[in-house]
């Protein structure tokens, strides 16, 4: 039956390239229930990771572990409020009433809290897969084929490192910063060409790959660049090709590649809480906390502040450039895996690096990554020549002013980097970026200097900002 004209039409008729519509928001669940299971699976992560990523025996894992409880999603401004379980998680762990089991043989950390338990184990390639409450993962976890650096050539085109004599300064500056920071795994310092000089705690080594975090989003934003660079990507001001992004009627489609590097996207979802009232959340670190789809869940967030014009700091847009990147690279017909690593970390030869799978066999973008000291300095020298490695450009041009510069006031933040805009290290130049992680994981680039400076340190231990401050300031008076 044809409708009479005189009827007011409901939805737009207008034909459309695609009407699949926005995608079913996710639900954070805030009850206590969920935050218990949060906070076991996170911790079963945490031994996979120190005892079968980065090799600690269980005691030095025991002594470095710090439990760290499931939080609810902060709002836009401020801290979440409401109820917390930190104060029970903390007596049951004093009590000895969470129960951590390893099985070296599996690589399989489980943590019990009562009846909630969560699975972690290790493969290799995908660093430590979170399990949750479930016991294998879903996707084929075969070790991942990839080229070895070569361990005769020098470094940072190899892997062979003879690291110099520190001056007496530097040698007293290091002194200071590790007795203040019993955290630290190690530090080194390069130029462009070679090791300086490198030193490492009790429980560090050279070939310890160690965790990074949020580190990891450098990597990610740099594979961004390669994509750009290759033709794969035209425009960082360009929509985020998304793959459930794909309605152009969706408000998601104004959230762009640039957006997304620079925590602009206004990416939120809605918080179910104890009572079943809602509230929106800004921060997503349920990617390293429950087992689930990464790449899927980021695309299902909602759109809570207009795009580019709010800095607000969320795994889930570098997640959904993690969806990007696997979208473009087996839209091709390309191995997910081989190519995700080829693209950047092999051609750098960071054979030590990995990201984490989740449990449907994404490597998870926004952190979680592992890698040595001397690998995380490789990318520093990237950055410090350019974009080109061994004569071959790699990134666009001016692809390293665009990361490692902000673009808006308010916030030292530029494309997954942070800047010395605002003096946050006194001593050192205004140019200075560096990737940063949780625990203040970081790799400095100096530009001015010519200097990379790689920082690791164990989840959850109190660094002495004020002596790395003084420990880099240190190295510019000693090698430029």
Not at 25 to 46: E, W
Request: glycine content about 8%; overall charge neutral.
């Amino acid at each position: 039956m044809t409708q009479p004209a005189w009827v007011e039409t409901i939805f737009d008729r207008t034909p459309h390239l695609a009407a699949t519509g926005p995608v079913d928001p996710i639900i954070y669940d805030g009850s206590a229930a969920a935050l218990r299971q949060r906070t076991v699976n996170f911790a079963a992560k945490r031994y996979a990771d120190m005892m079968f990523i980065s090799g600690l025996d269980r005691a030095t894992a025991d002594c470095n572990f710090r439990l760290r409880v499931a939080q609810l999603p902060s709002g836009l401004s401020a801290h979440a409020k409401g109820p917390s379980i930190q104060a029970q998680a903390d007596a049951d762990f004093a009590a000895g009433r969470f129960l951590i089991d390893m099985d070296a043989v599996d690589q399989r950390a489980t943590v019990r809290w009562g009846d909630t338990v969560g699975h972690a184990l290790a493969r290799t390639g995908f660093g430590s897969i979170l399990l949750g409450s479930h016991t294998v993962p879903a996707f084929d976890t075969t070790a991942i084929v990839r080229p070895a650096p070569d361990a005769a050539k020098a470094w940072p085109r190899g892997d062979a490192v003879e690291a110099g004599q520190a001056p007496a300064a530097l040698t007293s500056a290091l002194d200071v910063f590790f007795a203040s920071s019993p955290g630290l795994y190690g530090v080194l310092i390069a130029s462009p060409d070679r090791v300086l000089t490198e030193r490492y705690s009790a429980f560090g080594r050279p070939d310890r790959a160690t965790p990074s975090w949020s580190m990891t989003k450098a990597i990610t934003c740099t594979v961004i660049g390669r994509l750009a660079h290759q033709g794969w990507l035209r425009s960082m001001h360009d929509p985020a090709p998304a793959p459930l992004w794909s309605d152009p009627r969706g408000i998601h489609r104004l959230i762009t590649l640039d957006h997304l590097v620079r925590m602009r996207s206004g990416l939120a979802f809605p918080v179910r809480l104890e009572d079943g009232s809602t509230q929106i959340g800004f921060e997503n670190s349920a990617v390293y906390q429950e087992a689930g789809d990464a790449f899927t869940a980021a695309q299902r967030s909602i759109v809570a502040t207009i795009p580019g014009s709010v800095f607000r700091y969320v795994n889930s847009g570098m997640n959904v450039l993690g969806a990007i990147i696997r979208d473009q690279i087996e839209r091709r017909g390309l191995p997910y895996y081989q190519t995700a690593y080829g693209l950047l970390v092999d051609r750098l030869g960071m054979g030590s690096y990995q990201h984490s799978a989740d449990i449907t066999g994404n490597l998870i973008a926004s952190g979680a990554g592992y890698a040595t000291l001397r690998d995380y300095a490789k990318l520093g020298v990237l950055y410090l020549n350019d974009g080109v490695w061994n004569g071959e450009r790699l990134l666009p041009e001016g692809w390293v002013n665009y990361a490692l510069t902000p673009s808006h006031t308010g916030t030292n933040y530029a494309a997954c980097f942070r800047s010395n805009i605002g003096g946050g290290f006194p001593d050192l130049p205004r140019d200075t970026a560096w990737a940063s992680g949780a625990s203040d994981q970081k790799l400095f680039i100096l530009r001015s200097q010519r200097l990379t400076v790689a920082v690791s340190n164990e989840t959850d231990h109190a660094m002495d900002m004020a002596a790395l401050n003084r420990l880099i300031a240190t190295t510019i008076d000693c090698y430029s």
